[in-house]
């Protein structure tokens, strides 16, 4: 399993993001969200954004550092999700938390929303 996060990788369509919002299910295990959308992608077979509310962190160098540890945390455990799923779909992390986080609490949080992600696309594929 390749473990890097390449552009192709990156969610970046507006259009895509606020479908998202729209009609996106939810999955979230404090302080993480995962707001999750089958689509219809060729490239490749999870887009993934993340997010950081302005409104709990007014410094924008405390926000660009969760983002990373975001991205690095999804890095290191896509493969829980990858190698279970045969579709399609756009990921965005919410990250809803006050205070700055240590990379472990991250990580741990991601195994976890991931692991519910993949059980809930057990469950619906199973019906």
Known sequence: MDTSFGK???????????QLFQAGKGISVYPLKLIYLSVEEKE???KTAVTVSKRNFKS??????I???LRESYRLNKALVFNNTEANFA?????LGKDMPTFEQLDHKMKLVLKKFKL????????
Do not use: C, M
């Open 44 to 46: 490749v077979q999870i």
């Open 8 to 18: 192709k990788e990156k969610l970046k369509s507006k259009i895509l993001i606020t």
């Open 120 to 127: 809930q696309i057990d469950e619906k594929n199973s019906k």
């Open 67 to 69: 983002k990373r540890l």
């Open 60 to 65: 924008a160098v405390d926000r660009n550092r």
């Open 91 to 95: 990921f965005l992390f919410l990250y």
